[in-house]
């Protein structure tokens, strides 16, 4: 598993990828990194990804998550792909989330060839 990450005006940044070796593989667990963040978090709006190069999947897409009420307050964004066997996972983390800086970090992703 590799990761870059940066934290800009407060708000983290993530990319993660990995390579499951198994090109079927790759649904269910972009499933279980759905799953994970919303056993944690209260899920909001999900939306299609528009990331060139990606495997066409049911399970690729991307979501909005806020802290549970009673929690401090935290937003992420995620997005979960694949190409291939090779799984990644997009994250922006912080109080309070910017959507113009979320499509911009999503619209930035070029997969290699």
Same mark, same amino acid.
């Given at each position: 598993?590799?990761?870059?990450?940066?934290?800009?005006?407060?708000? !983290?940044?993530?990319?993660?990828?990995?390579?499951?070796? /198994?090109?079927?593989?790759?649904?269910?667990?972009?499933?279980?990194?759905?799953?994970?963040?919303?056993?944690?978090?209260? @899920? !909001?709006?999900?939306?299609? #990804?528009?990331?060139?190069?990606?495997?066409? /999947?049911?399970?690729?897409?991307?979501?909005?998550?806020?802290?549970?009420?009673?929690?401090?307050?935290?937003?992420?964004?995620? @997005?979960?792909?694949?190409?291939?066997?090779?799984?990644?996972? #997009? #994250?922006?983390?912080?109080?309070?989330? /910017?959507?113009?800086?979320? /499509?911009?970090?999503?619209?930035?992703?070029?997969?290699?060839?």
């Amino acid at each position: 598993m590799r990761s870059l990450s940066c934290k800009a005006r407060g708000t !983290q940044f993530s990319l993660t990828w990995t390579d499951l070796g /198994d090109a079927g593989a790759t649904s269910a667990a972009m499933h279980r990194m759905h799953e994970g963040i919303a056993r944690q978090m209260a @899920a !909001q709006a999900s939306a299609p #990804l528009g990331v060139r190069g990606i495997t066409s /999947d049911p399970e690729a897409f991307q979501q909005a998550f806020e802290a549970r009420p009673g929690q401090p307050r935290q937003q992420v964004r995620q @997005a979960v792909f694949s190409r291939g066997g090779r799984l990644y996972q #997009l #994250l922006m983390q912080g109080e309070r989330l /910017d959507a113009e800086a979320w /499509d911009v970090f999503l619209g930035s992703v070029e997969l290699p060839p």
